[in-house]
């Protein structure tokens, strides 16, 4: 097995060569240029494999952030409009997600764990409700949880009926689970119900993979999306012995035709590369990204901290005098480096964008051109959260130094 040693002479360019790969791959590293913005959101999520679902919004929802950072015209409508148009879909990865319509086959597994039980999850619900609300969405069309769990449709009313929004709610989520229901549309973060057999495209290829299959399909979308990996990414939350066995066996394979080399780290841990990636000549950027904590390029933390020395963690899970960054610290992306942390706060009702802090790592780059870069950079992000105006107190004294 053909291993490049992380502890060699060019450590510091293979490593640097190594991060400006995963950055490309992520879709971070140029500004997209597309005549439709929508078709480059779609991509996105393909090429991506998923967009995780997050219901924080200190700022700009975390599916909505993520795209805008690879798609800078992306408008939060466009995930509503690929549902529409049967691009994507709504389910699990190792979160809830937006993935690609394509991809719907390799989610029967967890549908058809949910549905036999086998998940200790979504259980105990009732199936004379679940046939209720089934009936009810297949005669009515399309429905929130707020109108499924009123008082109409045969459901009763008053304490401990049918549609008391406990139980409806969980059998919603148990139907939407197993597959029997799927999204339709988001209004904000409330999401709205159809029969699966009408949100599915007709042509749609819904056979059950195999384990095999699926370990393919976790390997290409690691390989695809990140370009440099390492092995909890491939299994990441994948339990059962057979799926890693399967998993084991697709890495070594790839290894030993040359098209994934192995980077032996000083650690003693390994990064997997693909090999015509690693052959490609890299060159540096400036480009400045304000990322989620949920973006796909940081949320694999020990292969964050591994490739570019970045050891980070959201601290609003934290009590108040624990945290060291602020509640939703954003990681700030500069060039080929993880540069500095930015908490802020979008105040909607008063459409104003509030820097709370600033937090700069110890880490080489033009401070100069990084706050030039970063200004501009604040000013689209507010426009994104819907904000016309900056409270850059916080950064103020830094940024003065050095504004051109």
């Not at 293979?14 to 240029?33: F, T, Y």
């Not at 056979?207 to 399909?217: D, G, M, N, Q």
């Not at 908490?343 to 051109?369: G, M, P, Q, T, Y």
Request: charged letters at 25%; proline letters at 3%.
């Amino acid at each position: 097995m053909a291993m490049i040693f992380m502890g060699c002479k060019n450590n510091m360019q293979l490593n640097e060569h190594l991060r400006r790969i995963a950055i490309a791959s992520q879709g971070l590293q140029s500004e997209v240029k597309a005549h439709d913005d929508l078709l480059a959101t779609k991509k996105a999520i393909k090429h991506l494999g998923y967009v995780q679902i997050d219901t924080l919004s200190v700022v700009e929802r975390a599916h909505h952030h993520v795209l805008w950072s690879r798609v800078p015209s992306y408008q939060p409508d466009y995930l509503n409009q690929l549902v529409k148009q049967q691009s994507i879909f709504e389910y699990w990865f190792h979160a809830a997600a937006y993935l690609p319509m394509d991809d719907y086959r390799f989610a029967l597994i967890k549908m058809n764990s949910i549905r036999n039980g086998e998940s200790p999850y979504h259980q105990n619900t009732n199936p004379k409700l679940e046939r209720e609300v089934l009936s009810r969405i297949k005669s009515e069309g399309p429905m929130r949880l707020r109108t499924l769990d009123n008082k109409g449709g045969g459901g009763g009313s008053g304490s401990g009926s049918w549609w008391s929004y406990g139980p409806v709610k969980r059998t919603v989520e148990h139907l939407f689970m197993r597959g029997d229901l799927m999204v339709t549309q988001r209004y904000g973060m409330e999401k709205e119900y159809d029969l699966a057999e009408r949100c599915l495209p007709s042509e749609l290829n819904t056979r059950v993979p195999t384990t095999s299959e699926f370990a393919e399909y976790l390997f290409n979308t690691t390989k695809r999306a990140h370009g440099v990996f390492n092995w909890k990414q491939l299994v990441h939350l994948r339990k059962g012995p057979a799926l890693r066995e399967q998993m084991r066996q697709i890495l070594l394979d790839h290894v030993q035709t040359g098209d994934i080399k192995v980077i032996k780290q000083e650690t003693g841990g390994d990064l997997y590369v693909a090999s015509q990636l690693l052959e490609q000549t890299t060159s540096p950027n400036k480009l400045l990204k304000i990322l989620s904590p949920f973006d796909n390029l940081v949320i694999h933390r020990e292969r964050l901290k591994e490739l570019f020395n970045f050891d980070y963690k959201i601290e609003c899970y934290v009590t108040a005098n624990k945290r060291q960054y602020g509640y939703f610290c954003l990681p700030i992306l500069y060039g080929d480096k993880l540069v500095a942390r930015l908490d802020c706060k979008a105040h909607r009702a008063e459409k104003r964008l509030e820097v709370i802090s600033l937090h700069l790592e110890n880490v080489v780059f033009n401070e100069r051109a990084f706050f030039n870069a970063l200004l501009a950079e604040l000013e689209n992000f507010a426009h994104f959260n819907g904000c016309v105006t900056l409270s850059l107190d916080a950064i103020g004294e830094h940024a003065l130094k050095w504004q051109a």
